[in-house]
């Protein structure tokens, strides 16, 4: 179905969930962010990020840490709250929050009662009438206290860290968790309330064979999935030192990790899911994400695809990044030394870059790409990319329409390696990426 160029798939290269992305992130003057967030305006977007996990899994590059010390937990969240209250204060009464996202990490790391002080006080401090409100669950420490408070809170949205059914591969990467486990946290997150139910699976993993992933395919399917992320595994050591646990001579080549996306795509796409990019599908006609790429309105943002139309997100706690038109700034990652800056009251970003008219040109073509599979480009842009589309486009991956650049059918796959032909700052011998699929 998709034709196999590997000299296409041979560079790294970033999924653009912001472009500028992170690695160009520099020094920032705090004052920057504060005065972005007091020139907001109309609807923002928040995103909660909580750094705990009760386990830590090999493969996870995210800015985690063990959840076993009741005093660490508190700490942070004491910097969180002081947070929440300095950033509201910063923003016009204007503003309206009408999303609210929780990561990390993973939320039900904390107890639920902490939880639930928390978004007491996002209310509080934030005029957010009646928002959409997502969370990241491990299924591991799901419990039924848990789905009491997603029930008091009216969570619509909730993401759980399946990655695969295998029980071989689930060693193999640290994360072991039963069926049952999760058939269980299913159950409790629809009784309350939950309407939007995404999986996060994996291929490319340790020792996955083709029949490991298609079979957690269709277990996921049997579950009653609305969303599946089905992201390629990225080993990057050099960059994730908890990744050297894992051993890469057990890895599928490129060849194995193209198949199985290629797989697991047409898997979704003829068992009633549509297609959102290469490796995300949702339900049409029960799931949000499905109608805002069927209507044209799929954007990209931190947390990837969304359908949240806000130019506005607000990152809260360690590393969290905030986006603003003109702006992307990035919270201290170092857990310690956030909770001194938010207990003296100041705000927690210090790194970003300020986009130029430029980057935000190009930042709405990798969009436009990535969500809708075309953009149009300028005169100048076209000419500039050209020569860099030619392999995408004498291999019938690409086609130019007068001044419209279009992603066919075989060119999904390739679709990031052609969005990087817009970008500026990659440099042949720059910071490494994880495999384009």
């Not at 076993?68 to 947070?83: I, T, V, W």
Request: hydrophobic share 40%; proline share 6%; with cysteine.
């Amino acid at each position: 179905m998709w034709p196999y160029y590997p000299d296409l798939l041979a560079t790294p290269v970033p999924r653009y969930t912001s472009y500028p992305t992170a690695a160009e992130f520099g020094d920032l003057d705090p004052d920057h962010y504060r005065q972005a967030l007091r020139h907001a305006e109309g609807d923002v977007s928040l995103y909660i990020h909580i750094p705990f996990c009760e386990k830590i899994c090999f493969y996870c590059g995210c800015n985690t840490a063990a959840a076993g010390r009741r005093q660490r937990l508190e700490s942070y969240l004491d910097a969180l709250h002081r947070e929440i209250v300095h950033v509201a204060s910063l923003l016009p009464p204007s503003t309206r929050v009408r999303r609210i996202a929780f990561g990390g990490g993973s939320p039900n790391a904390l107890d639920p009662d902490d939880f639930q002080r928390l978004v007491d006080a996002l209310f509080f401090n934030f005029a957010s009438p009646n928002p959409t409100i997502s969370i990241e669950l491990d299924p591991r420490t799901m419990t039924r206290e848990w789905a009491a408070a997603i029930n008091r809170v009216g969570i619509e949205r909730a993401s759980l860290g399946v990655q695969t059914f295998a029980t071989h591969c689930q060693e193999a990467i640290g994360r072991v968790q039963s069926e049952d486990c999760i058939v269980q946290t299913v159950d409790w997150l629809r009784d309350a309330g939950v309407t939007s139910l995404n999986f996060d699976l994996m291929y490319g993993l340790p020792g996955q064979s083709m029949h490991d992933l298609e079979d957690s395919l269709q277990r996921t399917r049997v579950l009653g999935a609305d969303r599946v992320a089905l992201f390629g595994y990225a080993h990057v050591p050099h960059i994730v030192p908890r990744q050297k646990v894992i051993d890469d001579n057990n890895l599928p080549d490129q060849r194995q990790r193209f198949a199985m996306a290629e797989m697991g795509y047409a898997y979704f796409v003829t068992h009633g899911y549509a297609s959102i990019g290469f490796d995300h599908f949702a339900r049409p006609g029960s799931d949000p994400l499905a109608s805002a790429a069927f209507r044209g309105k799929l954007r990209r943002n931190f947390q990837g695809f969304t359908d949240d139309s806000s130019d506005i997100l607000i990152g809260l706690g360690t590393s969290a990044t905030s986006s603003f038109p003109h702006l992307l700034a990035q919270n201290e990652k170092n857990s310690g030394r956030y909770r001194m800056i938010a207990s003296q009251h100041h705000v927690a970003a210090n790194r970003g870059i300020r986009r130029t008219a430029d980057d935000r040109y190009r930042a709405a073509v990798i969009e436009q790409l990535l969500c809708q599979g075309r953009a149009q480009l300028g005169a100048c842009l076209m000419n500039e990319a050209r020569e860099r589309l030619s392999p995408f486009l004498e291999r019938g991956l690409a086609l130019i329409d007068r001044q419209w650049l279009e992603i066919l059918p075989g060119g999904l796959p390739y679709a990031r390696s052609i969005a990087v032909t817009f970008d500026t700052y990659r440099q042949p011998n720059g910071r490494k990426f994880s495999s384009a699929v």
